[in-house]
């Protein structure tokens, strides 16, 4: 039934770009070959993970208050035209409609490529009074860019799937704080769930959303090198509200513009980050509660004793856990090697010697160890390390990225950093506009980004710019990115 029987074939920290689409072909995540470019067919091992992605945070944002909505996939151009910087940083990635049956439309219809402009209509209708707030909502869509970059599985494609908050709020500092409460949900999902670590950065003045105000962003690391920008929040530009008439009735009776947010985590962009920063050379590692599978259990050949054990010990995993047995005709080495390049965080094996002797062979993918337990303590087994094992990949993939940050202090080293695949940690004039030549020079000569300012941490230098020399008033980070 399997076809790629080959294993992964190179290491992922010698030649990444390929072990990453090996990865995304042997272990079926995706079939690059349909036939529009730049989109792709997801494929079940992929999906059923991505769907676990998706019921974690979108239970995170409910617990928060966030109601789901489902809006149209199609947006007026004129609702686009209402903000003029938005209609700007966006057309040139929009799909349009233009024609329905045999009638040309009288008017140009948008696949969202993001939904403020769709949102933000109706909040002028529901917004009513100071009662109504914080209005807070979110919807699981897909959205549509025509990217123009090299597209790539997951990581960038003309379709994806992802999340997209948008919140009314009655101050500005409103809307601070919802930008602060994303960041623990970053942290409370694609942290301690997902495994993720991260910086939550303050983007620099010139590096914004289009209509934003201030633009946060949470960037985990390749272990190229490279960051990937994962879930970013917007506080919007008062001028967008303004656009859209979205306005309340305060308590002192008097009619005030409201303040709006957006959050928008892409599920299909954040599931490269879990195959990249948990994967190696043997192929996937998911953690616990993402695995499509959670256990799988392997006779190792087809005896009826041991196919009977295998089901009944099936039957209890059941209960708090994915699990399947694979009865396929493949040798158990076979056997073994797929299912660790698939990721599966536990496999039982299951061979008669051990049974004879009351025993059970587990494998664990979080430390690949093999393990023997007696059949009476299995489930309690597998439970305790069902238990330790996201908190294993996570401690990992913690340890790994504190060590690839790296205090310097001038542009040669900032240049040796960026080579050697770590994040600079400077100090810096500015993160304002008067920066932004700082940010340039540095860019032109080590193709690496000032990616911001930490929103965790108040981190105040004592010193002087790394590049100009003046007072330095930030500590920013500096690394390239996808
Ligand atoms: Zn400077």
Redesign the pocket.
């Known amino acids: 039934m399997e076809k790629n029987q080959e294993g992964i074939t190179v290491k992922k920290n010698e030649n990444f770009s390929e072990w990453f689409s090996q990865i995304v072909q042997k272990c079926e995540l995706a079939d690059l070959r349909y036939n529009v470019k730049g989109f792709l067919v997801f494929q079940p091992w992929s999906v059923l993970s991505m769907e676990k992605m998706y019921r974690h945070m979108e239970k995170t944002l409910q617990r928060k208050g966030h109601k789901p909505y489902w809006f149209p996939t199609v947006i007026p151009e004129s609702n686009f035209k209402r903000e003029s910087s938005h209609v700007k940083g966006f057309t040139p990635e929009v799909f349009w409609i233009t024609q329905a049956g045999k009638a040309k439309l009288t008017e140009r219809l948008a696949l969202r490529p993001t939904s403020e402009t769709a949102f933000y209509q109706m909040f002028e209708l529901w917004i009513r009074s100071y009662k109504d707030l914080p209005f807070k909502t979110y919807q699981r869509a897909q959205v549509f860019r025509y990217e123009t970059k090299a597209t790539r599985p997951f990581l960038r494609s003309r379709e994806f799937h992802w999340i997209e908050t948008h919140c009314v709020h009655a101050t500005e500092e409103d809307a601070f704080n919802q930008v602060k409460e994303d960041m623990e949900t970053n942290k409370e999902v694609l942290h301690d769930i997902y495994g993720l670590p991260f910086i939550f950065f303050e983007r620099p003045e010139w590096d914004k959303f289009a209509g934003a105000s201030r633009t946060f962003a949470s960037d985990v690391l390749n272990p190229d090198g490279k960051v990937i920008q994962q879930p970013s929040t917007h506080i919007i530009s008062p001028s967008f509200a303004k656009a859209f008439n979205i306005k309340y009735k305060d308590k002192d009776g008097t009619d005030k513009p409201a303040h709006t947010t957006c959050y928008g985590p892409a599920i299909s962009r954040i599931f490269a980050s879990v195959i990249i920063v948990h994967g190696d050379d043997k192929g996937l590692k998911f953690p616990w509660e993402i695995a499509p599978v959670q256990v799988v259990i392997v006779p190792i050949n087809q005896d009826e004793k041991i196919k009977k054990k295998a089901e009944s010990i099936k039957k209890e995993i059941e209960d708090f856990a994915e699990v399947e047995i694979d009865n396929s005709e493949k040798r158990p080495g076979e056997k073994f090697n797929y299912w660790e390049m698939k990721g599966v965080p536990i496999r039982i094996d299951l061979g008669l010697k051990d049974l004879e002797k009351k025993k059970v062979t587990i494998f664990r993918r979080d430390t690949d160890e093999k393990i023997v337990v007696s059949e009476k303590d299995l489930i309690e087994e597998i439970k305790k390390i069902s238990k330790e094992f996201t908190k294993n990949l996570t401690k990992k993939a913690d340890k790994i990225f504190e060590g690839r940050i790296k205090n310097v202090s001038n542009l040669q080293e900032i240049k040796k950093t960026i080579e050697e695949g770590s994040i600079a940690r400077v100090k810096?004039?500015?993160v304002g506009k008067d920066?932004e030549p700082?940010a340039e020079k540095i860019k032109k000569e080590t193709e690496a980004e000032v990616r911001g300012t930490r929103l965790d941490e108040k981190e105040k230098p004592s010193g002087k710019?790394v590049?100009?020399?003046?007072t330095a008033k930030e500590i920013v980070y500096i690394a390239k990115s996808y």
């Open positions: 810096f004039c500015s920066g700082c710019c590049i100009c020399g003046r």
